[in-house]
């Protein structure tokens, strides 16, 4: 079955750095757009970036744009969230998204990765 393993969440001081991987099995990783979501409590969960299927497009959530950096590596099958200059409104349980580019009911989560910016 279709699985997505997210990593790399933790604690980190204000303007700190983390790395989220999420490693995808299961699925023809090549054919699903990659996206990261956040969840804050109380909130809802909210698009924070997404990437093509061949990697060449990216977009952002306004307020990570210029901090965040999506990216993938189609033979390891793994995307990647790098998160830099981090502030406490980033705080949020974050979630790996896999959609297929055409068949569109083909949507999968993963458990999500807690991040805590805290001082």
């Known amino acids: 079955q279709v699985q997505l393993v997210e990593s790399g969440g933790g604690l980190v001081q204000p303007g700190g750095s983390l790395r989220l991987s999420c490693a995808a099995s299961g699925l023809t990783f090549g054919s699903y757009v990659m996206s990261w979501y956040r969840q804050a409590p109380g909130k809802e969960r909210d698009l924070v970036a997404a990437i093509r299927n061949t990697g060449g497009n990216t977009n952002y959530a306004d307020s990570v744009k210029g901090r965040f950096t999506i990216s993938r590596d189609n033979t390891k099958n793994t995307v990647y969230l790098q998160m830099n200059s981090l502030k406490p409104e980033d705080t949020a349980v974050y979630y790996c998204?896999?959609?297929?580019?055409?068949?569109?009911?083909?949507?999968?989560w993963g458990q999500g990765t807690q991040v805590t910016v805290s001082s």
């Open positions: 998204n896999a959609k297929h580019t055409i068949l569109s009911h083909l949507n999968f």
